[in-house]
């Protein structure tokens, strides 16, 4: 079965560079999450698009931006990077199961930032 | 963590005994999810729970939830070394998910 896959799997950036981290949903998944994953830490919810709009924003910077496009794929652009967003990136998509309910989420493999 | 503890942090057993984790959160919730993760590696779902309902089953896992007590817990049946991981709790509310801080657990062989 497909997953949900996220590319790159790992980049290395300078200082104030610019990062675009994809991702792309498991097929028919109408929802994408985005999370950040410090070393020894819980992951944190930063923003999520349910139907290519944005649904909901948790500790994401400035920063950062993020948009899903028409073919459900998403992408976090990160700018002015700091050596503390070396971290963990991944990517999870689910789809809505009826009412306010959700189906589980399905997390991609992740994307490795390293901030030199 | 942007949401409530669990405990124990770190949990050490021996293969074939049980453990169990607890996850207390702060919010209101849709679902809740278990997630397990290796070292530096994905988060593998394991099991959702509903605020609905009150317990659920899967294989050796057993999750229970307490509205009541903004408490979940997750059982592991005889326990195997290939179940050392990190074990996270997850709640949902629309579309937002707050993990808690995870459990290590390490199973000796």
């Known amino acids: 079965a497909a997953g949900v896959i996220q590319s790159p799997r790992h980049l290395i950036k300078e200082k104030r560079e610019t990062a675009t981290l994809k991702c792309y949903p498991i097929?028919?998944?109408?929802?994408v999450y985005w999370y950040q994953q410090g070393p020894g830490q819980d992951p944190q919810f930063l923003i999520s698009f349910y139907e290519k709009m944005q649904s909901d924003k948790g500790s994401i910077p400035d920063r950062f931006s993020a948009q899903q496009f028409s073919d459900y794929h998403s992408e976090l652009n990160m700018s002015s990077l700091e050596l503390g967003d070396s971290a963990l990136y991944f990517c999870?998509?689910?789809?809505?199961?009826?009412?306010?309910?959700?189906?589980?989420?399905?997390f991609g493999p992740g994307t490795r930032l390293t901030v030199l | 963590s942007q949401q409530g503890e669990e405990d124990p942090q770190a949990l050490s057993i021996q293969e074939g005994e049980n453990a169990t984790m607890n996850c207390s959160y702060k919010?209101?919730?849709?679902?809740l999810q278990w997630y397990r993760q290796n070292s530096g590696r994905g988060l593998v779902h394991l099991i959702l729970?509903?605020?609905?309902?009150r317990e659920k089953h899967s294989g050796r896992l057993r999750v229970t939830l307490d509205t009541s007590k903004k408490s979940s817990s997750l059982l592991i049946t005889a326990s195997r070394a290939a179940d050392t991981a990190s074990y996270f709790c997850?709640?949902?509310?629309?579309?937002?998910?707050?993990f808690g801080a995870g459990t290590r657990l390490f199973v000796k062989a």
């Open positions: 999870a998509s689910s789809l809505k199961a009826s009412g306010s309910w959700r189906d589980e989420q399905f």
């Open positions: 729970i509903r605020s609905n309902e």
């Open positions: 919010t209101s919730i849709n679902n």
């Open positions: 097929p028919r998944h109408d929802t």
């Open positions: 997850a709640t949902d509310w629309g579309f937002k998910t707050i």
